[in-house]
């Protein structure tokens, strides 16, 4: 036998099958890999792991006592999400720390389907406490109020709790979480499990709660199952330690695994771009590289950082439903597999999945015998010896298809991408033979050996890791990253990494959207096992506690199974839709129009704005109290209502860990005090972006009671205070004041005058700083006469059916004709589609409190253009085309300036006229947080309203030079109308 040096098992545990290696750490490379082996997958993962590892060791010849180390990757714990399976899921009790109503309105468990909601739920809570974004306080911690808690979770019987404080990531001087924790424990006593956000996820309260109360639901269930891979273990004789991989490479010891089964729900994927590195070692170089894992079903795609480590998903991911924001690996799923069906129309267009035979492909494929033509009967056709029998297709069908296949694995790499460089390419997987030898844009495909195992290899080779986040003053920064850095490696060297070995593979040092003087620092850092600390850890359960089994746990029947008629939401027929406008032409908004209106406000929002996903999710829980939304038109109201415009004011970034306050409310309720007025409407200072909600909310029944406006003061967004049509006409800046600003928890101003006009906006964002960086604000009203002559008529109506016009092409399946539809809404003289491409570089920086940058699109080549439209408006051939277009922005997009071929320059569209940039793959508003190269887009114009066009008054606001452009404006079409919802669905009188 040949001599080894320390031995480690990995074990990848997939859908059908299980694959484990036995690794020699005296080698490196492929030339590490001892033997490996492939077993079937069954109900219980336990048993695939243990017959894998015994084959495998018997194929080695390698004692049990030999192996050091056995890691583990499975998905197994996401499985019980996904399928809403009650008896493995346990019921949760989630407190915030959150005072001053901070978040109130957007309750634990808003954006959870109501399905899982009804198993999963058992006590909401908040309590005082929460940070503001700079580490101030928001609430300090009341213990009486954490003992009151304390009584009612024992009340319920309740021992998993979830604690989530607003901004806890980046709390390491209170530790307010750890506060509540400690009197909890006391309180609870022995058996509590008590989970904090903090320790589960990163800045963004929603997503980060979210995955801790999945974490804490599924805590007992995870407890069983790596008991059951410890007792599997025995059986083994292996008496080394047990780690699991988790989601982004790193290991976690079996014990942090049991507190934090979260972080291994889909390890899948990084273990194939980690195993594809550690195999090709000697092939990487120093620059990303792209890994393409190939299966039975679908493909997977990867970016391969220099680190060793794949790249990050940037935002949020969805787990069965459920938004959160844990480390993923970015991946390109596509429907491609060795199983994928082929599909051949009349007129010969070819279509290779996303249908499947799976894992039957060795009886339904023809080259094994069966009688549907798969993607590996393609590829046995064009030569390659795979199955039973030889494969025989017209020549025609089979270059159509190695052609769609080879267009797909093009398509989605491209969109992984983050410059036109030609790149490297990893290639593993079994269905690794559909990959042609040459790719668009690919430079190099390397098949490292042991490819098939490679998920394995990754598991094998995961290492321990930690991670700081803190936000900190920009003078500050270079201090606080070296600190950052020193406390990351001390973290990693108390999880059990070898110090002298520990590397940093992530730094991140950046600005925060609308705030100045602050950055945000991320440190990560990984290094390998240090053994020398551990001994065995197969020992620590007793034999009472190996006993318990997944299978006991079915048969337990948890008293908290699915409640009947409790079902997730039902998707509605779009195109027979028919919104509710009563007799009074009062429009009363259901759950479809909120979504619609949403949508469309992004849209408007023209890049800017911030999103209305958290706007949408309060309207709609308020919608499922039982309250009421209702829009009226402009013209509808009595000429003296009066009409108050409001929104939020300050940095998105602050939004996403300080959802669901009341400052706005606070501003209105202040602003109608000071002015000794009454409210007769509420309306939308801006439509674009979060703000087009905002009246929504709080003119519904449960607050002021009052309608909100079909129209809004700017018909888009807007960076600052005075670009509001009131103010063209308007002879001083005083003429839009009283401005209310509120913090929602306490600090309230009213400015009711000012010398000049930058002064008012200077003056509320400094004001806004001192709240936190975000605030609501309320303006002098408008009367309806007022609104009716100075205002944007029907944005909502607009919002509505550009939101309308996305969801149907989305359901019909024809995202390619989302431009044709928003055209259509808007009118073919009034909007047009300027532009599609992907996104080819993204420039930003921060000054004084704006978001300032250039995103380019480049012209897709011609096998990029699959399933997106070519029409373009005022070009009827492709070679007219620009090569590319930049857009610079201020928060919002401002110019589209077109290059051509032979050099020359043209600007296609300006502000005040609406440029909107789209996914072109799903049709949703791109907004300038999201701009990342790769990405496939659409950009179109809509006229903007002639209230911002048709004086040197309004250009001089909102046109190109109010943003520094020595431009005059020219219009890109003539503006139409927007119809409104409320005109067409009223009944006839």
């Known amino acids: 036998m040949a001599e080894f040096g320390r031995l480690i098992i990995g074990v990848d545990v997939g859908g059908t099958n299980t694959d484990a290696v036995l690794l020699n750490c005296a080698a490196s490379g492929a030339d590490a890999v001892v033997a490996s082996h492939k077993a079937a997958t069954g109900a219980d993962v336990t048993v695939g792991i243990e017959s894998a590892i015994c084959a495998l060791l018997g194929k080695a010849q390698v004692p049990p006592s030999r192996v050091s180390s056995l890691m583990i990757g499975t998905t197994h714990f996401i499985n019980a999400v996904v399928e809403r399976d009650a008896s493995r899921l ?45 580490g101030s306080l928001i609430g300090e911690i009341k213990p009486d109020e954490v003992e009151e808690q304390a009584r009612l979770l024992k009340e319920k019987g309740l021992k998993n709790v979830v604690l989530v404080g607003i901004y806890s990531p980046i709390d390491e001087t209170y530790k307010q979480e750890e ?74 010891s079996s014990g942090e695994a049991v507190q934090y089964p979260v972080r291994i729900f889909s390890s899948g994927a990084t273990n194939s771009i980690r195993g594809a590195a550690y195999l090709s070692h000697s092939n990487l170089g120093k620059s990303s590289k792209y890994v393409i894992d190939i299966g039975g079903t679908t493909t997977d ?16 991911t969805d787990i069965g439903g459920v938004r959160v924001n844990f480390a993923m690996p970015q991946v390109e799923s596509i ?58 297709l017209e020549p025609g069908l089979v270059t159509a298809a190695k052609d769609r296949i080879k267009m797909m694995l093009e398509s989605h790499i ?37 490819a098939e195992v490679a998920n394995a290899v990754g598991a094998a080779i995961a290492e321990i890791g930690a991670e700081v986040e803190a936000v900190v003053d920009e003078t500050d920064k270079d201090a606080e990253l070296i600190a950052a850095r020193h406390k990351a490696i001390s973290k990693a060297v108390s999880r059990g990494a070898i110090e002298t070995a520990i590397r940093i593979i992530e730094e991140e040092v950046t600005g925060i959207a609308y705030i100045d003087g602050k950055c945000r620092i991320v440190v990560k850092v990984v290094g390998p096992i240090d053994y020398s600390k551990f001994g ?56 479809t129009d909120l979504g619609f209106i949403a949508a469309g406000c992004y849209i408007l929002g023209t890049g800017g704005g911030g999103s209305p996903y958290t706007g949408y999710l309060q309207t709609r829980q308020l919608l499922r109290m039982g309250e009421t939304i209702t829009i009226v038109d402009a013209a509808d109201f009595r000429d003296e209502a009066l009409l108050v415009p409001l929104g939020g004011l300050g940095s998105p970034a602050v939004g996403v860990e300080r959802p669901g306050g009341d400052m706005v409310l606070h501003a209105c309720q202040q602003l109608e005090k000071y002015m000794g007025i009454k409210y007769g409407g509420l309306l939308a200072v801006e439509i674009g972006g979060g703000n087009g909600m905002e009246p929504l909310m709080w003119g519904s029944s449960k607050y002021y009671n009052i309608p909100c406006v079909d129209g809004d003061l700017m018909g888009r967004a807007y960076p600052t205070f005075e670009k509001v049509t009131p103010f063209i006409k308007a002879k001083h800046i005083n003429e839009l004041l009283p401005a209310s600003l509120s913090s929602g928890d306490g600090i309230n101003m009213i400015l009711t005058e000012s010398k000049d006009t930058p002064s008012v906006d200077r003056v509320l964002r400094a004001a806004c700083v001192d709240m936190g960086y975000a605030a609501g604000s309320a303006n002098r009203p408008l009367t309806a006469k007022q609104m ?6 029907k944005s909502h109506s607009l919002a509505w059916r550009l939101g309308r016009a996305v969801a149907l092409a989305r359901q019909k399946g024809v995202i390619s004709t989302v431009a044709d539809n928003i055209i259509e809404v808007c009118g073919e003289k009034s909007a047009g589609k300027l532009f599609e491409g992907k996104i080819v570089g993204v420039g930003q920086r921060l000054y004084k409190g704006h978001s300032y940058g250039e995103v380019v699109v480049e012209k897709l080549r011609d096998y990029e253009w699959d399933g997106i439209s070519r029409n373009v408006a005022g070009v009827d051939e492709q070679e ?89 404006y020219v219009p890109f079409g003539t503006y139409t109308e927007p119809r409104s919802v409320i005109d067409e669905y009223a009944p006839s009188k």
Not at 301 to 316: E, H, K, W, Y
Not at 417 to 424: A, F, G, L, R, V
Not at 788 to 793: D, F, R, S, T
């Open 90 to 134: 346990e019921k949760v009790a989630v407190i915030r720390l959150a005072a001053s109503n901070i978040s109130a309105y957007t309750p634990t468990f808003i954006d959870f389907p109501p399905a899982l909601t009804s198993i999963i739920n058992g006590h909401t809570g908040i309590i005082s406490g929460g940070l503001q974004v700079d």
């Open 179 to 252: 506060q509540v924790r400690d009197i909890l424990a006391e309180e609870l006593g022995p058996g509590a499990n008590i989970i904090l956000s903090k320790e589960v996820a990163g800045v963004g309260l929603l997503a980060r709660e979210n995955a801790a109360i999945l974490n804490a639901s599924i805590f007992n269930f995870a407890g069983r199952t790596i008991r059951a891979f410890k007792s599997a273990m025995r059986r083994l004789e292996l008496q080394c330690p047990l780690y699991l991989t988790s989601n982004d490479g790193q290991l976690l």
């Open 301 to 316: 795609i990867g970016c391969l950082l220099p680190s060793g480590f794949p790249r990050l998903a940037s935002a949020f």
């Open 335 to 392: 429907g491609l597999g060795g199983g994928s069906i082929l599909h051949a129309a009349d007129d010969k267009k070819v279509t290779v999945g996303p249908g499947s035979v799976g894992h039957e492909i060795i009886n339904r494929s023809l080259a094994f015998g069966g009688d549907t033509i798969t993607a590996t009967d393609i590829v046995a056709a064009a030569g390659t010896e795979i199955g039973t029998r030889p494969v025989y």
């Open 414 to 450: 491209d969109r992984m991408k983050t410059s036109p460089e030609p790149c490297d390419v990893l290639l593993v997987g079994g269905g690794s033979i559909l990959c042609p030898q040459e790719l668009e844009g690919v430079s190099s495909i390397l098949v490292p050996p042991h």
């Open 536 to 591: 065995s850890d197969a020992q620590e359960e007793g034999a009472e506690e190996i006993k318990q089994s997944d299978t006991k746990a079915h048969e337990e029947a948890k008293d908290h199974k699915l409640d009947d008629g409790v079902v997730d939401e039902k998707e509605i027929n779009i195109e027979t839709y028919k919104p509710f406008v009563d007799e009074n032409r009062v429009w009363h908004l259901g759950e």
């Open 788 to 793: 009716c002559e100075m205002g944007i008529l």
């Open 880 to 968: 007219s085309l620009p090569e590319r277009v930049r857009i610079p922005f201020k928060n919002e997009n401002l110019i589209v300036e077109a290059e051509y071929a032979s050099a020359e320059k043209k600007t296609l569209a300006m502000v005040p006229d609406l440029i909107i940039i789209l996914d072109a793959l799903t049709g949703e508003a791109v907004g300038v947080p999201e701009y990342r190269y790769g990405l496939k887009v659409l950009v179109l114009v809509i006229a903007a309203n002639p209230l911002w066009t048709s004086t040197p008054r309004a250009l001089e606001i909102g046109g190109p030079k109010a943003f520094g452009y020595d431009m005059d």
